[in-house]
Nanobody, 118 residues
Framework: QVQLVESGGGLVQAGGSLRLSCAAS????????MGWFRQAPGKERAFVAS????????NYADSVKGRFTISRDNAKNTVHLQMSSLKPEDTASYYC???????????WGQGIQVTVSS
């Protein structure tokens, strides 16, 4: 497994932008698919976006398509989530996750809070 640490969260007004980063260590980062999930109070953790180890086709939840962009830098062992046009309903704890191809998500960061005010 890899160890994951998120950064970049905070408070932003609706319509604003934030960039989350996730630093990975412990294993060969470049072989892992990477993803972002989020959990709002009283709700289950939900998928936000993912990017394969190759940096190829990305996937997004319908609720964030066109507003969020996931990217990775294998040389720096980091994955980013650029969030734009933020809405109050994007308020949640955001978690970075990693997995090997064909496996379940099994490495998680500690989470970071994103709060969008109206």
């Amino acid at each position: 497994q890899v160890q994951l640490v998120e950064s970049g969260g905070g408070l932003v007004q609706a319509g604003g932008s934030l960039r989350l980063s996730c630093a990975a260590s412990g294993r060969t980062f470049s072989i892992y698919d990477m993803g972002w999930f989020r959990q709002a109070p009283g709700k289950e953790r939900a998928f936000v976006a993912s990017i394969p180890w190759s940096g190829g086709s990305t996937n997004y939840a319908d609720s964030v398509k066109g507003r969020f962009t996931i990217s990775r830098d294998n040389a720096k062992n980091t994955v980013h989530l650029q969030m734009s046009s933020l809405k109050p309903e994007d308020t949640a704890s955001y978690y970075c996750a990693a997995k090997l191809i064909g496996r379940a998500w099994n490495s998680w960061g500690q989470g970071i809070q994103v709060t969008v005010s109206s």
